[in-house]
């Protein structure tokens, strides 16, 4: 099944109004900052939707009400950067996806190449980078870095990173559907 944008804001609007996980955001305040973020730093429109869509799987993961541990975190990895995929896959071209499909192995890859990236993580970011399967090697690092949307994988993440703050002032939804309807599929 294809999600139409209409679709999309209507599950941004509907299930993202809960807690982003542990932070103190819910999730569609973490997809407005980060878009909002990825707008403030020029990106192309697709990396701006992608910014938006990159957590969008978390809302239609099966694992998404999976029991968490004693302290309220995820057991497992949901694999949420690759739910979404199928979704959005006929309304988008690569320039948005793949971003999105890496954002994970995004944050993979900076614990292995900037040595204050661990510590700038929240706690929740790094218990769910365990799941996820640690920090890179060497091998894996290379091989990242020659996939095509890399780098835009590596600033989504960033702005991943930065877009929990509580309270902080962004477009409404309506803007970034109008950013989807431009980097659409006709």
């Not at 497992?76 to 954002?103: G, M, N, T, W, Y």
Request: charge should be negative; include cysteine.
């Amino acid at each position: 099944m294809s999600l139409s944008i209409p679709d999309i804001v209507q599950l941004l609007s509907s299930r993202a109004t809960t807690w982003y996980g542990q932070e103190a955001v819910s999730q569609l305040d973490h997809a407005l900052q980060c878009a909002h973020l990825a707008e403030l730093a020029n990106e192309t429109p697709q990396t701006v939707a992608a910014a938006l869509l990159h957590d969008l799987g978390h809302m239609l993961s099966a694992e998404r009400s999976a029991v968490p541990d004693q302290d309220g975190m995820p057991t497992k990895d949901d694999l949420h950067q690759f739910v979404a995929l199928p979704f959005l896959r006929s309304r988008f071209d690569d320039a948005v996806l793949e971003p999105i499909k890496l954002h994970v192995d995004a944050k993979r890859y900076l614990c292995a190449v900037d040595a204050g990236y661990w510590d700038s993580l929240s706690v929740a970011s790094k218990h769910s980078l365990e799941l996820q399967g640690g920090r890179f090697d060497d091998a894996q690092v290379l091989a990242f870095e020659a996939l095509p949307f890399y780098a835009e994988a590596v600033r989504l993440r960033r702005y991943d990173d930065l877009a929990k703050v509580p309270g902080q002032l962004t477009p409404p939804l309506s803007h970034y559907a109008d950013v989807m309807h431009q980097v659409a599929r006709a």
